[in-house]
């Protein structure tokens, strides 16, 4: 398997929080930076949040102190905590390996 596969997108309301979690081969992740990027209807895809191996993050500004990403470099996963969503974060989520190997996306819609 060389393609990352995202779970855990759904219909939350404003204020709510989802889980996002992504898993992938130990060929595709160990050692490996892992990123969530997102894409709004009509926009570009961008980036969310990433992760080193040793876990040092970055983040988007929209999304500082609201969301936090983590990994389990043991089960080769990656998880996106989002809190205090807005309307505004509804996108498809994708997890990226650092090889550059995409997920197919999950679907995140926060209503008002």
């Known amino acids: 398997q060389v393609q990352p596969v995202e779970s855990g997108g759904g219909l939350v309301q404003a204020g709510g929080s989802l889980r996002l979690s992504c898993a992938a081969s130990?060929?595709?992740?160990?050692?490996?930076?892992m990123a969530w990027y997102r894409q709004a209807p009509g926009k570009q895809r961008i980036l969310v949040a990433a992760?080193?191996?040793?876990?040092?993050?970055n983040y988007a500004d929209s999304v500082k102190g609201r969301f936090t990403i983590s990994r389990d470099n043991a089960k080769n996963t990656v998880a996106l905590q989002m809190n205090s969503l807005k309307p505004e974060d509804t996108a498809v989520y994708y997890c990226?390996?650092?090889?550059?190997?995409w997920g197919q996306g999950t679907l995140v819609t926060v209503s008002s």
């Open positions: 130990g060929s595709i992740f160990s050692g490996n930076i």
């Open positions: 990226k390996t650092g090889l550059g190997n």
């Open positions: 992760i080193t191996p040793r876990g040092t993050t």
